[in-house]
């Protein structure tokens, strides 16, 4: 039988035979954590040319950021409204400095889940917490 292991980035434990078919994680706690992880982050003197040369590579034409507070759960997306168009010019507001997913849109908003990355941002401009979205889904 094919070997399988967690979906979690930061534990990809194998998973033992007995676990059921359709199991993705090893325990409660990765299950918790989600496959999307910030852990291997990519630090750059120029973040900016990072995320418009790797999105633009990997045939994307909208980003939204992603940004998920130490001890939560859940994501929240930035900006939260819409989409940006590459390549962009300046990050959009942001709540701290950090790791941030990059998540990637094609030309009709379709998300794009097996080319995200996560950058170490550092220095953009600031907002709320609470202005990102919870829904990773844009619509304009």
């Not at 990059?102 to 080319?115: C, K, Q, S, W, Y």
């Not at 600031?126 to 979205?133: F, M, V, Y």
């Amino acid at each position: 039988m094919k070997k399988r292991f967690c979906r979690n980035r930061e534990c990809r434990a194998e998973l033992p035979e007995s676990v059921h078919w359709s199991a993705m994680y090893c325990s409660a706690r990765c299950k918790e954590i989600g496959c999307h992880s910030t852990a291997d982050a990519i630090s750059s003197s120029d973040p900016l040319s990072a995320v418009n040369d790797l999105s633009i590579q990997r045939g994307a034409t909208f980003v939204r950021f992603g940004y998920r507070a130490p001890g939560r759960k859940y994501w929240r997306y930035y900006p939260g409204d819409a989409a940006l168009i590459l390549p962009l010019e300046k990050f959009p507001p942001l709540p701290v400095s950090g790791n941030y997913r990059v998540i990637l849109f094609d030309e009709r908003l379709g998300h794009m889940p097996a080319d995200e990355f996560s950058v170490h941002i550092v220095g953009a401009e600031r907002c709320l917490t609470l202005q990102g979205s919870l829904s990773i889904r844009v619509y304009k």
